[in-house]
């Protein structure tokens, strides 16, 4: 049934802001730009952004892992462009590391550097 997760898509208060904003972060430009969406290819997957955020519970929002090659470094750089620290770093186990960090419009990052995962 399953397959993967293809899309995820984070509401924003500003599109023109957080377009800026991603784009500073993954270091290129997003492949489709609209008024009403911007979605970005981030090796075959889509990090969208949606400003309609009249349906918005904050606080009961999910939160996706990006897989990262250095944990520490990709942290860094999420904070030094105006991130906020949500949860720091944590071993989870068998050296699989995670961490979340909320972007300016309130969406929580999560990142997750797992050695033995390929893709």
Known sequence: MFKAIRTIIYKVNDLEKAKA???DLLGFPPYFDQPFYVGFNINDYELGLDPDIDQVIYGNIPVAYWQVDNIELTKI???EIGGILHQD????GENIKVAEIKDPFGNVIGIIEDKSFNK
């Open 21 to 23: 904003w991603y784009t």
């Open 89 to 92: 770093i944590q071993n989870v």
């Open 77 to 79: 750089k999420i904070l």
